[in-house]
């Protein structure tokens, strides 16, 4: 890591030889987070929002993954959007990578640069450090590379990128740390919710599909599911603890319709095929059926979320309902579903992350044949968590 960080100061030396700095016409700013995950940027627009309110007059400039786009295109507090697609990172060559991040920068900012770049990745990131050095911004800030033993191994010679680096600080949520940013430019955030971004195009369609559905049970319950783990199976409530959690709720609210709204990815339609299958009842099958932006604006319509860490849950949190999210294999105290109305069901059992004192954040493997974690949070302890009359019914 220490060689990419010397020939990435190298290609910026050379890049600056052949870069004109002009005087922007506005204060600029360049934030660039390239995390392919839903979660991570959906925990991410509050750093966004803060940033205009404290900055009204710059331009604010955001560099994404593909992926991220369509969670970002509507954002009104972006003034331009650029999209990087840096492949399957570590598996591509030091040279290439330079190359790409490189011939990114001098296609966009060879003569316009920002004069301030901010990378909030708190883990480690291969790619962003580049381009906030390689875009000519002459102010860079990022998290320490000594923020995770991971990221000091993976990130090693890092803080040399950055003008300032951010120290770890204690354990924080993720929207904490990302706020951490604005609280070190000198201002106080104004607030802390999540946002989600949808068109009149997408708030419509999720109410002509439902507007079927209300017709017949105009009193009735929409509960949205997050069956998916993500990214890792350890995150994944097991799929028969869901159809009887769901059967308790029909059993609880057997007065008024429930209905549960499946959403996730294409890697999730067996277990959509399966619940679907399994229960005895209304089931809105979406899994794979929307984009990002068309399931939250489905998600605005439920009454409850219940899911596993994932990034629908976290697209959840963001459209503003009343999330409860089931965590095991990762650190809740860090990537727990952020709003007022959102709750948490953990065991925090000694083998996980918080037990041992967030050494790691999340487990990659499990010392058991099935996560104990999961295994082990009962139905019925879910149940507890979830009063929709009480707290969350519309």
Known sequence: MLLSVVMALLCERILALFSRRQENAKFTILVVRLDQTLGDSSMNSPLLRELRHAYPHAEIKLVVHPRIYDMVRHCPHIDHIYRYDWGSSLAKSLLFRHWLSWKFCWTHFRREQPD???VPRFDEDHHAGFIALLSGAPRRIA???KATQRK???????DMLYTEVLPADGLKHEVERNLDFVRHLGFEPASMELEFWSTADE???AREFLAEHKQKHPDGLLIGLGLSGGYSILKRWPLHYYVELATLLQQRYHGRHVTFLLVGGKEDIPLGAEFEEKLQGTVLNMI???????MAALLRHCHQFIGNDSGAMHVAASAGIAVTGIFGSSCHHRFRA?????DTVTL???CGPCGQGHVIDRCSTCIYPSPKC???LVPAQVFKKINIVQNYLR
Request: some cysteine.
């Open 338 to 342: 952020w709003g007022k109305s959102c």
């Open 203 to 205: 708030t419509a369609y």
């Open 143 to 145: 998290y320490t590379e």
């Open 288 to 294: 794979a059926k929307t984009s990002i932006a068309q």
């Open 152 to 158: 000091q191994l993976l990130n090693a010679g890092f």
């Open 116 to 118: 301030l770049a901010l």
């Open 348 to 350: 925090e059992l000694e």
């Open 374 to 376: 999961m295994d082990e």
